[in-house]
């Protein structure tokens, strides 16, 4: 099994930045990584995608984090990181990483398991 493990989280004026991490890791079991995510929920609400990174590097942004969060990953480390600045009390959510991982030529899905980023005016 592949674990996704996230930290970085925690609380912040508006106007700050953080920077998440997430790195893939398993007991033994030989995998790949094709895309990357961000996703990030509040109470009641739908989990929504922040950001995705593919397996060739390009990106994608919800229009919430475009010019905001940048999305980047170590292909070494197995490591997804979101960079966050300019930090808005809205983006207070659980923030969660969810990768496609590829083992023995099929593709799961994975989540971590989430850590509190949490902004205040």
């Known amino acids: 099994q592949v674990q996704l493990v996230e930290s970085g989280g925690g609380s912040v004026q508006a106007g700050g930045s953080l920077r998440l991490s997430c790195a893939a890791s398993t007991s033994g079991t030989a995998f790949s990584i094709n895309a990357m995510y961000w996703y990030r929920q509040t109470p009641g609400k739908a989990r929504e995608l922040v950001a995705k990174v593919a397996g060739e590097g390009s990106t994608r942004y919800s229009d919430s984090a475009k010019g905001r969060f940048t999305i980047s990953r170590d292909n070494a480390k197995n490591t997804v990181y979101l960079q966050m600045h300019s930090l808005k009390p809205e983006d207070t959510a659980v923030y969660y990483c969810?990768?496609?991982?590829?083992?023995?030529?099929?593709?799961?899905?994975?989540w971590g398991q989430g850590t509190q980023v949490t902004v205040f005016s």
């Open positions: 969810n990768a496609d991982v590829v083992i023995d030529g099929f593709q799961y899905d994975y």
